[in-house]
């Protein structure tokens, strides 16, 4: 599965990026269901209309990672290197979502019927905004980074990570938010985005 989405992401020149290092290795998988039915899975191409709302973004440590995991907090990023088109992505990074302090569930003695969105754990700094390329533009790549906080945790607020106005999303420095609050990349997930009315090869 690992291997999978590793090379999804070196497929798509994310692995490695400003976000993602070389040596990048995923310690939990990322899953993210919208509520239209649509599964993301290592590039899956989804209309404006399919991600209008915000999906369900769930957790889960791989392998021995989840003894070494429990009790800490995680910050979710989905970002948006190609705006406003991959031939002129002069707005990269836009920000279209960020959650911090997610905590996962990690007692296996608990049985849930659904996975439980990050939302329900973390804090939102930046509310979901759906992705609208337009029709002319190239598919996007959308980018879900989940990051390791310090053991501290973030202790952040909203004007931390920059407004929520459209425009103010727009050239977000993920890479030195990173860097300056000590987080680490342990799982990632991407798709791609087109409009509605997009006519290209999928």
Request: hydrophobic share 35%; aromatic share 8%.
């Amino acid at each position: 599965m690992a291997n999978t989405l590793l090379d999804s992401l070196k497929h798509a020149s994310f692995l490695p990026s400003t976000v993602i290092a070389g040596d990048f290795t995923p310690t939990v998988d990322v899953n993210v269901n919208f509520p239209s039915g649509k599964h993301i899975s290592n590039g899956t191409l989804v209309r404006v209309s399919e991600v209008k709302e915000a999906p369900i973004v769930s957790i889960t440590p791989l392998g021995d990672s989840t003894t070494s995991a429990s009790g800490q907090k995680f910050t979710l990023m989905l970002i948006d290197p190609d705006a406003p088109t991959p031939d002129d992505p002069k707005f990269a990074y836009w920000r279209h979502w960020v959650v911090i302090n997610i905590s996962l569930p990690f007692d296996p003695s608990v049985s849930e019927s659904k996975p439980r969105c990050v939302t329900t754990t973390g804090r939102t700094l930046t509310q979901y905004l759906a992705p609208g390329p337009k029709d002319e533009s190239g598919p996007h790549r959308y980018l879900f980074l989940v990051f390791q906080e310090p053991e501290q945790g973030l202790l952040l607020e909203k004007g931390d990570v920059g407004g929520e106005e459209f425009v103010q999303r727009r050239s977000f420095r993920a890479e030195e938010f990173v860097q300056k609050h000590g987080l680490r990349l342990v799982g990632a997930q991407w798709m791609r985005g087109v409009g509605d009315g997009w006519k290209g090869d999928e």
